[in-house]
């Protein structure tokens, strides 16, 4: 079992930077993918990053490639996405969540989310 708990969300204008967190129960945090997607209102929620157990490998959504970064720092049970260049597009709810394998099945553990508006 593993509970997740986002924060970092916030009001910021286009441009700005925020950098969102997820801090995982358990000891078991480094034996899983950790993923963060976004939720826009009246929007399907999407895909924005995933991170290998290790840090090791990282894939991104095109819409966010070259603006976010997903890293991971085992010892503290965290994952991070910091997000650069924000745009009111980036607007959204923003969850974690954590599946065992790195490139099938599903997400079994989700966050709560975390609000990020970037106002133009």
């Known amino acids: 079992q593993v509970q997740l708990v986002e924060s970092g969300g916030g009001l910021v204008q286009a441009g700005d930077s925020l950098r969102l967190s997820c801090a995982a129960s358990?000891?078991?945090?480094?034996?899983?993918?950790m993923g963060w997607f976004r939720q826009a209102p009246g929007k399907e929620r999407e895909f924005v990053a995933r991170?290998?157990?290790?840090?090791?490998?990282?894939i991104y959504a095109d819409s966010v490639k070259g603006r976010f970064t997903i890293s991971r720092d085992n010892a503290k049970n965290t994952v991070y996405l910091q997000m650069n260049g924000l745009r009111p597009e980036d607007t959204a709810v923003y969850y974690c969540?954590?599946?065992?394998?790195?490139?099938?099945?599903?997400?079994?553990?989700w966050g709560q989310g975390t609000q990020v508006t970037v106002s133009s």
């Open positions: 969540a954590a599946r065992e394998n790195w490139n099938t099945g599903t997400y079994d553990y």
């Open positions: 358990g000891r078991t945090f480094s034996s899983y993918t």
């Open positions: 991170i290998y157990r290790s840090g090791s490998m990282t």
